[in-house]
């Protein structure tokens, strides 16, 4: 279905490694520490939902694949059948690793063991990383790694891949793995025994995939113990895997015809398993509750669950208006600044007018709203890192029946708080498809960041004053994104998505002390690309927007008394506003509202920018150093109403909550649909929805007399 | 819904608390095998940990580790009583 990202496997003289594990093993931390990359992590499972590759910092010639996380290797979800074609040599054009580092949770070591036994039966050169070491030290609990060694036949190194713990054993594994020697001696991995009817059903699925010529012979059995799982291989699927129609029929006719006893199959290994860790590990810790327990008994309790995560939802809000306001008194302090100086050094002209009101107006308005986006990704970061998360997914489950989805489908959502492309990705940890379709269409209704501009623009002009009511406001927005999605979800979800009810199921991690260097990297790497499309996309339309707004020149008038507002009205971009005003009238929008509106289907910031060019063009210094949220409120019509009432205000704001402006959206959304059914639909809904909802609002609240 | 204190049960009926050991596993939600697969297998222990806000899904432990599930799928897992909770 997906065409997972190309990132390019380098060919000669190196060898691949791939990094597998249960989710929240600890995979990517291992990843970013070998690599020196900076991926995803967090506290709760399936962070990572796509592949990632990179070179080993101290080994070059190494790559390692970082893969999403799975339970097993008969997959489920897409996330996980992607960490299988990997392993099994399914990727199209791309050939099996030449080694695995299984990623063990060593605190959790009986079922981490279960999908590790799985990968050391494919018979790949392979190393068991027992991560988490400090765990289980912290525990008192003892775990011998090298008997645990000796059970399984490859080499076991415990890890901490917070403090780097035990890198350097698994360079040296890592090294070894390669080496001529190693090589020469094969592979002395123990492969997990199983009784007669089992290994006769292994061989007579061996024969399907020997004769469809669908694994590497060594492979071969590793693979039909899978495969004989009624779950392993289904019908629909994904684009990369390079199975054909027909592999995928003659697996499950096979199948079919053998009478698989897979619970007797999970039996046998979870037997071998029980040998093995009763040898290997030693539990000193007693049944007290541990803290997670304690946290737990607070945040997911029956009747403080719920109010908790509405305070702490609250509470960013608030802390999103008022922690930033100096910070963004600030920033608007020096933007105002700059423009006083470049005024000053260029004088006045076409020129000074491009950098002051184009440029400075255009990136300047956007790039006042860094702090609170860096806030609002603060406090997403350090929620998902502590372990929260799942927890939120566990307390909305119940509301997330109503609508036939199931609490998993919470956190792509929440994560769309922050963009709904990542979001949009992390649907593929949720199994069934109508369900991952549904989360995907509705995701791009919770306000992301990008909106957190203009909201905030508004609230700040046509409410100041009163923080509290600011962030209501701000709330209420966001509030109106997420019930109108879950309502959406419930309507699709009994009409063209209509499917079995989901079955949630879904570990929840222990509490973890979020570092404070991770929350702010992350922080920074999501704050980084606002500043970059800044930096491009927002530069190159203020300066478009700028010119269409200052040419044509009016001409009835003397170049030292310009009437601003006349000139703006016979330019460029005052006639294309006056065009599509009658379409936005019943809004209650202006024209300038409308180029706005307009504008922001190429990125929704450029709303603010837009706003900053229009009010800014042809002005003189001292107007330029008002902030833009003034100039709007000094906006009229030509009758001398203001423009931006309250209720313009909020009618606007509900606008941008629903519209779908956003093309990197509308691109992921075919991509991991495959095709432009799903986006199209997509757009359509949501602008309708938009206009509509902006509609009811505006003419409902002139009726009620609020205009 | 009564609950029960001894005997055989099923796991969406367990008090909170009390541990028991899985007896049977039911597969008419198709959830057995991934369930199994996390480690609920017959004869194992499991215990519930905690039930969500409006009583569904429940929090159990297994293996040493929690897992969230909803009710409709616990009603599938027959489970002994072994030693019931002393606090509720
Ligand atoms: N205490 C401790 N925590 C760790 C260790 N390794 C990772 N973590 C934490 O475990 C959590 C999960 O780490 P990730 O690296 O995102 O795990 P992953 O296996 O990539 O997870 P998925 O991508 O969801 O499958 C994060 O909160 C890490 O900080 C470790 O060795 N010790
Ligand atoms: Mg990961």
Redesign the pocket.
């Known amino acids: 279905m997906i065409v997972h990202s190309r990132e390019p496997l380098s060919a000669q003289n190196t060898q691949t490694i791939a990094l597998v594990?249960?989710?929240?093993?600890?995979?990517?931390?291992?990843?970013?520490r070998l690599t020196g990359q900076r991926?995803?992590?967090?506290?709760?499972?399936?962070?990572?939902?796509d592949r990632h590759v990179g070179a080993v910092t101290r080994d070059p010639n190494t790559q390692l694949i970082?893969l999403?996380?799975c339970y097993s290797l008969v997959s489920r979800s897409l996330d996980e059948q992607l960490a299988r074609d990997v392993l099994f040599g399914w990727i199209r054009n791309e050939q099996t690793p030449d080694g695995v580092i299984v990623?063990v949770d060593a605190s959790n070591l009986e079922r981490n063991l279960f999908l590790a036994t799985q990968v050391i039966d494919l018979g790949l050169p392979t190393i068991v990383a027992c991560?988490?070491?400090?765990?289980v030290r912290d525990r008192r609990d003892q775990l011998d790694t090298h008997k645990l060694a000796q059970q399984l036949g490859v080499p076991v190194i415990g890890?901490?891949?917070?403090?780097g713990?035990g890198l350097d054993e698994l360079h040296n594994a890592i090294r070894a793995l390669d080496s001529p020697t190693t090589k020469a001696m094969g592979h002395p991995a123990k492969r997990t025994p199983f009784d007669k009817p089992a290994q006769s059903a292994f061989q007579e699925m061996s024969n399907v995939v020997t004769s469809r010529n669908l694994a590497t012979p060594s492979m071969t059995d590793g693979i039909a113990r899978i495969l004989i799982a009624p779950d392993s291989v289904s019908d629909d699927g994904d684009t990369w895997n390079k199975l054909s129609p027909d592999d995928k029929h003659a697996i499950i006719t096979a199948r079919n015809a053998i009478e698989t006893p897979v619970a007797s199959l999970v039996c046998q290994r979870y037997d071998t398993i029980a040998t093995i860790v009763s040898a290997v590990h030693i539990k000193n810790s007693d049944g007290r509750p541990t803290a997670t327990d304690r946290i737990d008994r607070v945040l997911t309790h029956r009747f403080w669950g719920l109010t908790i995560s509405s305070t702490i939802m609250g509470a960013m809000f608030l802390a999103v208006f008022s922690g930033a306001a100096p910070l963004m008194d600030g920033v608007e302090f020096v933007v105002s600044q700059l423009a006083t100086a470049a005024r000053s050094l260029l004088g006045t002209g076409v020129f000074a007018d491009l950098v002051v009101n184009g440029v400075i107006a255009g990136v300047g308005n956007v790039v006042v709203f860094v702090p609170q986006i860096a806030i609002l990704f603060f406090i997403i970061a350090f929620l998902e890192?502590s372990?929260y998360m799942a927890r939120v997914a566990f307390v909305m489950d119940r509301i997330m029946s109503a609508t036939g989805l199931h609490g998993r489908s919470f956190i792509p959502l929440l994560s769309s708080f922050a963009c709904a492309v990542p979001a949009i990705m992390a649907a593929r940890t949720i199994d069934s498809r109508r369900d991952r379709l549904t989360t995907i269409m509705v995701a791009p209704l919770m306000s992301c960041s990008a909106r957190l501009p203009v909201y905030i623009v508004i609230i700040s002009a046509v409410f100041a004053g009163n923080v509290w009511l600011e962030a209501g406001i701000l709330f209420t927005m966001y509030a109106l994104g997420l019930v109108t999605a879950l309502m959406i979800a419930a309507v699709l979800k009994r009409t063209i998505l209509k499917g079995p009810p989901a079955t949630f199921i879904l570990e929840l991690?222990p509490y973890?002390r979020?570092?404070f260097t991770?929350v702010c990297r992350e922080t920074w790497d999501r704050t980084k690309p606002f500043l970059t499309q800044a930096g491009t996309v927002i530069l190159a339309f203020s300066v478009i927007l700028w010119a269409l707004a200052y040419y044509p020149r009016a001409n009835n008038t003397s170049p030292d008394n310009i009437d601003t507002t006349a000139q703006l009205r016979q330019s460029y971009i005052g006639r294309l506003g006056q065009t599509i005003e009658p379409v936005i009238k019943p809004l209650g929008f202006d024209w300038k509202i409308g180029v706005g509106l307009a504008s922001s289907f190429a990125a929704r910031e450029v709303f603010v920018a837009t706003m900053g060019v229009v009010h800014g063009v042809g002005e003189d210094a001292d107007e330029t150093s008002v902030p833009l949220r003034e100039k709007l409120l000094n906006d009229k019509w030509p009758d001398g109403r203001r423009v931006l009432t309250p209720l313009v205000g909020v009618s606007l704001m509900v606008f941008y909550v629903f519209a779908c402006q956003c093309m990197s959206t509308l691109a992921i959304v075919k991509r991991e649909t495959n095709g432009w059914r799903w986006p199209t639909f997509m757009f359509c809904y949501m602008t309708t929805l938009a206009y509509v909802a902006s509609f009811v609002v505006y003419q409902g609240g002139q009726a009620l007399g609020l205009g | 819904m009564t609950i029960a204190t001894t005997g055989t049960t099923t796991l969406d009926r367990l008090p909170i608390g009390s541990q028991a050991r899985v007896t049977g596993i039911d597969d008419k939600t198709g959830n057995a095998d991934r369930l199994m697969e996390m480690g609920l297998l017959v004869g194992r222990p499991v215990e519930v940990a905690r039930v969500a806000p409006f009583g569904d899904p429940i929090q159990i432990k297994v293996m040493g580790y929690h897992l969230s599930l909803r009710s409709t799928v616990a009603r599938g897992i027959a489970v002994e009583i072994e030693n019931a909770s002393t606090t509720s």
């Open positions: 594990g249960n989710p929240n093993s600890g995979k990517t931390s291992l990843f970013n991926r995803k992590v967090a506290n709760y499972p399936g962070v990572t939902v970082d999403p996380g990623v991560n988490m070491i400090d765990v890890t901490d891949a917070r403090t713990e890192d372990g991690p973890r979020p570092r991770i």
